[in-house]
């Protein structure tokens, strides 16, 4: 009697759904301060994200 193994799993198809958006971790952007160090303090104003343009999230 011979034993055969069974064919690796073929590869799952990408995902079509919208992923996290890898430049800002799924955050859509950042706020800015004004002396741009303190975080937390002196909050100016939020830009978003340019990868994802403030979504946070990429679609394929």
Do not use: F, H, L, Y
């Amino acid at each position: 009697m011979t034993t055969t193994t069974a064919p690796a799993p073929a590869p799952a198809p990408p995902s079509c759904e919208q992923q996290d958006c890898s430049m800002c971790n799924g955050q859509g952007g950042k706020w800015v301060t004004n002396d741009g160090k303190s975080k937390g303090k002196d909050i100016a104003r939020w830009v978003p994200c340019v990868g994802c343009k403030g979504t946070g999230k990429v679609g394929r």
